[in-house]
């Protein structure tokens, strides 16, 4: 009945072929994938204690993708994300606090409680928060890779879609300005299989997303999206080639939605074997048996860093549940540039 | 005969911002090689380069997307919208997306979309409309739409300057019919300030774009029959100068407000509810609205003539309200 069983078996790079992540890359990769995990399971508890307001869209088992890519960019490119990535907003360095403040709605959040979930930007570092509007954020990326340009700098810009956005008309419309302005821009597709509860076969009939840049004229690459070392990889070249002025990239990640939609969905549409069958593919443990293998870390570090990453949590609850609530009057103020802060991407 | 017109106006105020400020850049369909489909980007391309007086593909959403993007990193957009009334294709980009950037994130989006707009042409349902009214109804966008050539030049250059999204709502009746004396050099026209085109002191006739015209016109024929019209231009439509137009009520009393966009839950309706609340024991007499009928534009001449505002129909709101 999965649609997904008749689409060719995702790619699965030999655990050794990665080229030359450093020690330090692979340690990053490990650290904010791990920390992604730790939120996701922390942002779930807090949810059904009611401490988070309106809707949860976990990214839980998308921390490979989201990691992996993020990293791959450097300071003076620009960050797109979308809703499950919680995971790109933590390898570009988003603090804790705000994250947890946001979903909570306080006044220390970056919008000051004015929008809610992973909307969160952040113009120092380089990161625009998007909106709900699926779709929306393709053509502002390549603007700004195009303002780049006429700046005399090369910036690579990064967003995301699900399989559900690529059938939305700003799929096309960006991905075929960015390849006849030849800037360097990047989609990455979280392939995770399921649109809410629509399977791919109901989306798209191609064999892979992927193969869709040929239409445009541009690379396409499909990886393993639960493999961080691939795609942490996969994301280099293509971050290179646009560097090169070899022009935009379509970056399919293949992965599985875990759990619901948001949390309040119970997914009863998705085929057990098929979470069975990804569980196996689970991207922390997989880093992590990689890690150990390679010898990068031992066991001891594993608990080490569990204790670590726990703490940075704790610390980042406590703030965001002291954080005041805004004042009500705070919603009559910020609609124009006037009021102030009127920042800019740098 | 004054000597420049109303398109011309706006080209030379581009011009000029391109000059002083090279983080002015020009996108949209055709505007390039070409000139764009009205002229008014002809001749950039030679002095600015294709780089900065970009031809994009066709696909008004991205094209102001991008406009979003490029004003976030640095630059202050100019997109054109070959007629005003292919927005409705960057409808989401706007009112979701670039209306909200500072409100929710606090970055400045210096965007400038020119929207060739109106009827009078016989350019159809799809060639004629004044789209204002959605966005005037959205948080975060200025609206901008000159009646004169000298507000024109000074309007685009004033919108330009703004750290906000400002729709630029350029009257294609009048780019070639509308002429002024315009001085030499620099001059922007702040937004959010109207303008008393004509004082008088029976009734006030509050309109924008290619109304204030009419209404002038309108001034004359009432002034024969000794009505004494106040004109107001709005010139800007968000952030609106109230002020100028409740000062205006107070002292004639009677009001009349005309616009080309449709006139359900049109911007008049906006007006005349401000009135209300903030003028009513001054009012002699109803507010009375002239906008277009709540159709689609017609495409054949007396249809579309039936279909509009005119000098005569607001001459005739005028005298009724005058009387009342
Ligand atoms: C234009 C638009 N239509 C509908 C929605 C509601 N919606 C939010 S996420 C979603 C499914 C998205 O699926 P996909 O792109 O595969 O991303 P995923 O949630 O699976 O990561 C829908 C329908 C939306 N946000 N935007
Ligand atoms: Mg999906």
């Given at each position: 009945?999965?649609?997904?069983?008749?689409?060719?078996?995702?790619?699965?790079?030999?655990?050794?072929?990665?080229?030359?992540?450093?020690?330090?890359?692979?340690?990053?990769?490990?650290?904010?994938?791990?920390?992604?995990?730790?939120?996701?399971?922390?942002?779930?508890?807090?949810?059904?204690?009611?401490?988070?307001?309106?809707?949860?869209?976990?990214?839980?088992?998308?921390?490979?993708?989201?990691?992996?890519?993020?990293?791959?960019?450097?300071?003076?490119?620009?960050?797109?994300?979308?809703?499950?990535?919680?995971?790109?907003?933590?390898?570009?360095?988003?603090?804790?606090?705000?994250?947890?403040?946001?979903?909570?709605?306080?006044?220390?959040?970056?919008?000051?409680?004015?929008?809610?979930?992973?909307?969160?930007?952040?113009?120092?570092?380089?990161?625009?928060?998007?909106?709900?509007?699926?779709?929306?954020?393709?053509?502002?990326?390549?603007?700004?890779?195009?303002?780049?340009?006429?700046?005399?700098?090369?910036?690579?810009?990064?967003?995301?879609?699900?399989?559900?956005?690529?059938?939305?008309?700003?799929?096309?419309?960006?991905?075929?300005?960015?390849?006849?302005?030849?800037?360097?821009?990047?989609?990455?597709?979280?392939?995770?299989?399921?649109?809410?509860?629509?399977?791919?076969?109901?989306?798209?009939?191609?064999?892979?997303?992927?193969?869709?840049?040929?239409?445009?004229?541009?690379?396409?690459?499909?990886?393993?999206?639960?493999?961080?070392?691939?795609?942490?990889?996969?994301?280099?070249?293509?971050?290179?080639?646009?560097?090169?002025?070899?022009?935009?990239?379509?970056?399919?990640?293949?992965?599985?939605?875990?759990?619901?939609?948001?949390?309040?969905?119970?997914?009863?549409?998705?085929?057990?074997?098929?979470l069975e069958e990804w569980k196996a593919k689970d991207p922390v443990a997989r880093i992590e048996r990689y890690l150990l293998r390679k010898r990068v870390l031992?066991?001891?570090?594993?608990?080490?860093?569990?204790?670590?990453?726990?703490?940075?949590?704790?610390?980042?609850?406590?703030?965001?549940?002291?954080?005041?609530?805004?004042?009500?009057?705070?919603?009559?103020?910020?609609?124009?540039?006037?009021?102030?802060?009127?920042?800019?991407?740098? | 005969?004054?000597?420049?017109?109303?398109?011309?106006?706006?080209?030379?105020?581009?011009?000029?911002?391109?000059?002083?400020?090279?983080?002015?850049?020009?996108?949209?369909?055709?505007?390039?090689?070409?000139?764009?489909?009205?002229?008014?980007?002809?001749?950039?391309?030679?002095?600015?380069?294709?780089?900065?007086?970009?031809?994009?593909?066709?696909?008004?959403?991205?094209?102001?997307?991008?406009?979003?993007?490029?004003?976030?990193?640095?630059?202050?957009?100019?997109?054109?919208?070959?007629?005003?009334?292919?927005?409705?294709?960057?409808?989401?980009?706007?009112?979701?997306?670039?209306?909200?950037?500072?409100?929710?994130?606090?970055?400045?989006?210096?965007?400038?979309?020119?929207?060739?707009?109106?009827?009078?042409?016989?350019?159809?349902?799809?060639?004629?409309?004044?789209?204002?009214?959605?966005?005037?109804?959205?948080?975060?966008?200025?609206?901008?739409?000159?009646?004169?050539?000298?507000?024109?030049?000074?309007?685009?250059?004033?919108?330009?300057?703004?750290?906000?999204?400002?729709?630029?709502?350029?009257?294609?009746?009048?780019?070639?019919?509308?002429?002024?004396?315009?001085?030499?050099?620099?001059?922007?026209?702040?937004?959010?300030?109207?303008?008393?085109?004509?004082?008088?002191?029976?009734?006030?006739?509050?309109?924008?774009?290619?109304?204030?015209?009419?209404?002038?016109?309108?001034?004359?024929?009432?002034?024969?029959?000794?009505?004494?019209?106040?004109?107001?231009?709005?010139?800007?439509?968000?952030?609106?100068?109230?002020?100028?137009?409740?000062?205006?009520?107070?002292?004639?009393?009677?009001?009349?407000?005309?616009?080309?966009?449709?006139?359900?839950?049109?911007?008049?309706?906006?007006?005349?509810?401000?009135?209300?609340?903030?003028?009513?024991?001054?009012?002699?007499a109803p507010v009375v609205r002239v906008a277009a009928l709540d159709t689609p534009v017609p495409f054949s001449p007396p249809l579309e003539e039936y279909f509009?505002?005119?000098?005569?129909?607001?001459?005739?709101?005028?005298?009724?309200?005058?009387?009342?």
């Open positions: 009945m999965a649609s997904t069983t008749e689409k060719p078996p995702i790619l699965d790079i030999p655990d050794e072929d990665y080229g030359d992540i450093s020690t330090a890359t692979m340690l990053d990769l490990y650290y904010y994938i791990r920390l992604a995990r730790e939120m996701e399971l922390r942002l779930i508890n807090l949810f059904k204690q009611n401490k988070v307001v309106g809707g949860l869209y976990p990214g839980y088992a998308h921390e490979a993708t989201t990691v992996g890519t993020a990293l791959a960019l450097g300071d003076d490119d620009v960050l797109l994300p979308l809703h499950r990535d919680l995971g790109a907003q933590l390898a570009r360095r988003q603090p804790l606090k705000y994250i947890f403040a946001q979903y909570m709605g306080k006044v220390d959040s970056p919008t000051r409680g004015k929008d809610g979930n992973v909307h969160l930007a952040n113009p120092e570092l380089n990161i625009v928060g998007c909106i709900s509007h699926i779709g929306a954020m393709f053509p502002v990326a390549v603007g700004i890779s195009y303002a780049g340009r006429l700046l005399g700098k090369t910036v690579v810009t990064m967003t995301y879609t699900g399989d559900g956005g690529t059938s939305i008309g700003e799929f096309h419309e960006a991905l075929n300005f960015a390849a006849v302005l030849n800037v360097p821009f990047i989609l990455v597709v979280e392939n995770n299989q399921f649109a809410y509860s629509t399977p791919t076969n109901q989306q798209y009939k191609v064999k892979r997303i992927a193969d869709r840049a040929a239409a445009y004229g541009i690379a396409g690459e499909q990886v393993d999206g639960n493999n961080a070392m691939a795609v942490y990889a996969a994301t280099r070249r293509a971050v290179e080639r646009g560097r090169r002025g070899e022009g935009p990239t379509l970056l399919e990640c293949m992965t599985m939605r875990m759990m619901g939609h948001s949390v309040h969905d119970p997914a009863g549409y998705v085929p057990r074997e098929l031992t066991p001891a570090d594993v608990k080490d860093w569990t204790a670590r990453l726990q703490r940075e949590v704790d610390e980042a609850v406590e703030f965001a549940e002291n954080s005041p609530l805004p004042q009500a009057e705070d919603a009559a103020r910020g609609v124009w540039a006037e009021e102030g802060p009127a920042k800019s991407l740098h | 005969m004054p000597t420049t017109t109303y398109i011309d106006a706006i080209s030379e105020g581009l011009r000029e911002e391109m000059r002083r400020d090279s983080t002015v850049v020009c996108l949209g369909e055709d505007i390039g090689v070409y000139g764009g489909a009205f002229k008014v980007t002809d001749g950039f391309i030679e002095e600015f380069g294709a780089a900065r007086v970009l031809d994009t593909p066709l696909a008004e959403s991205s094209i102001v997307g991008m406009a979003i993007g490029m004003a976030l990193r640095g630059l202050r957009p100019v997109a054109e919208m070959q007629f005003a009334d292919f927005i409705s294709m960057a409808f989401n980009q706007l009112v979701n997306n670039a209306g909200t950037l500072h409100y929710r994130f606090g970055f400045k989006v210096p965007m400038v979309v020119r929207c060739p707009s109106g009827g009078g042409i016989h350019g159809g349902p799809f060639h004629s409309t004044n789209p204002e009214g959605f966005f005037f109804h959205s948080p975060g966008l200025k609206i901008v739409a000159p009646s004169t050539a000298y507000d024109a030049k000074g309007l685009i250059k004033g919108a330009i300057r703004d750290d906000n999204p400002v729709l630029f709502m350029e009257h294609k009746f009048l780019y070639r019919r509308v002429r002024d004396d315009i001085p030499e050099g620099d001059f922007a026209v702040p937004l959010g300030q109207a303008l008393v085109r004509r004082p008088g002191k029976d009734v006030t006739l509050v309109g924008y774009g290619s109304t204030t015209g009419m209404s002038l016109e309108a001034a004359k024929i009432l002034a024969e029959e000794g009505i004494d019209a106040e004109v107001v231009d709005l010139r800007t439509l968000v952030p609106m100068d109230l002020e100028t137009v409740i000062a205006s009520v107070k002292k004639t009393n009677r009001v009349v407000i005309t616009h080309e966009d449709r006139r359900r839950g049109g911007i008049g309706a906006e007006i005349s509810a401000e009135i209300s609340e903030n003028a009513v024991d001054y009012l002699d509009l505002p005119s000098a005569a129909k607001i001459a005739t709101a005028a005298r009724r309200v005058a009387r009342y």
